[in-house]
């Protein structure tokens, strides 16, 4: 029997079934998930050519830094990865959670938070001591998995903003919050209803996103973040 909670006079089913079988494959699905997104593609492709970029530039393991050290080739395979990190489990919850989890599940609630697992897994990577990236790729992935409506406009609102100001950080900090604000625009309150999954979820990744920004917040407001196009500091 689904265990359920109300909200606005509406049933919304909890993740986890009453079937035995069904907690212990949940927390299967999200521990998977936050591995893969703990793969730090951007060190790995360093490695590679023989560079630490955590040693270079900003210091971060992500695409951004990885395009200003690596160069773009290398960078925009590594983000497509961070990406694919967060909507690879993400779509897999949703179309094939139910049948491959014992018992009843909400495809959307296990979705959301294998998702969320893997920006995690970006962010705090168990592989390097639980310090990662900024999540911003992964959880691009995992907005496009859950509401490809709400995605578009939180990909068109991160290019105007770097558009305008040249700065990728503050740039994805705009993303991940037009997401969830995106999700409420367009279903109203559905969005606190049978899309609540979606929307707390994509609220708590951008506050995230943005403690991860902390360090980018404080150079912005010192006039010292680097923009869109600024090369390596070591290579001048």
Same mark, same amino acid.
Not at 167 to 185: G, R
């Given at each position: 029997?689904?265990?359920?909670?109300? $909200? %606005?006079?509406?049933?919304?089913?909890? !993740? $986890?079934?009453?079937?035995?079988?069904?907690? !212990? #494959?949940?927390?299967l699905w999200v521990l998977a998930a936050y591995l893969l997104g703990a793969i730090p593609f951007g060190l790995l492709a360093?490695?590679?050519?023989?560079?630490?970029?955590? +040693?270079?530039?900003?210091? *971060?393991?992500?695409? +951004? *830094?990885?395009?200003?050290? /690596?160069? &773009?080739?290398? @960078?925009?395979?590594?983000?497509?990865?961070?990406?694919g990190k967060g909507l690879g489990p993400t779509l897999l919850a949703l179309f094939a959670g139910r049948p491959l989890v014992p018992g009843t599940v909400d495809p959307q %609630? /296990?979705?959301?938070?294998?998702?969320?697992?893997?920006?995690? @897994?970006?962010?705090y990577p168990v592989f390097l001591g639980f310090k990662g990236g900024k999540g911003v790729a992964a959880m691009a992935g995992v907005a496009l998995a859950l509401c490809w &409506?709400?995605? $578009?406009? #939180?990909?068109?609102v991160f290019f105007v903003v770097r558009k305008l100001?040249?700065?990728?950080?503050?740039s994805s900090m705009a993303l991940a919050f037009a997401f969830p604000l995106t999700v409420i625009v367009i279903y109203r309150a559905r969005a606190f209803d049978e899309y609540l999954w979606i929307t707390g979820v994509g609220f708590l990744s951008a506050l995230l996103i943005v403690m991860r920004h902390r360090s *980018?917040?404080?150079?912005? $407001?010192?006039?010292?973040?680097? &923009?869109?196009?600024d090369p390596d500091p070591e290579k001048l």
């Amino acid at each position: 029997m689904i265990h359920t909670i109300t $909200l %606005a006079m509406h049933p919304v089913s909890f !993740p $986890l079934a009453g079937s035995i079988g069904t907690v !212990p #494959a949940f927390i299967l699905w999200v521990l998977a998930a936050y591995l893969l997104g703990a793969i730090p593609f951007g060190l790995l492709a360093g490695f590679i050519k023989g560079v630490d970029i955590r +040693t270079r530039g900003s210091g *971060n393991i992500g695409a +951004t *830094n990885t395009i200003r050290i /690596l160069g &773009k080739p290398i @960078g925009l395979t590594v983000f497509l990865l961070d990406f694919g990190k967060g909507l690879g489990p993400t779509l897999l919850a949703l179309f094939a959670g139910r049948p491959l989890v014992p018992g009843t599940v909400d495809p959307q %609630a /296990l979705a959301v938070c294998c998702g969320a697992a893997a920006v995690v @897994g970006h962010c705090y990577p168990v592989f390097l001591g639980f310090k990662g990236g900024k999540g911003v790729a992964a959880m691009a992935g995992v907005a496009l998995a859950l509401c490809w &409506k709400a995605a $578009l406009v #939180a990909f068109i609102v991160f290019f105007v903003v770097r558009k305008l100001t040249g700065f990728v950080s503050l740039s994805s900090m705009a993303l991940a919050f037009a997401f969830p604000l995106t999700v409420i625009v367009i279903y109203r309150a559905r969005a606190f209803d049978e899309y609540l999954w979606i929307t707390g979820v994509g609220f708590l990744s951008a506050l995230l996103i943005v403690m991860r920004h902390r360090s *980018n917040i404080a150079r912005i $407001l010192r006039g010292e973040e680097s &923009k869109v196009g600024d090369p390596d500091p070591e290579k001048l």
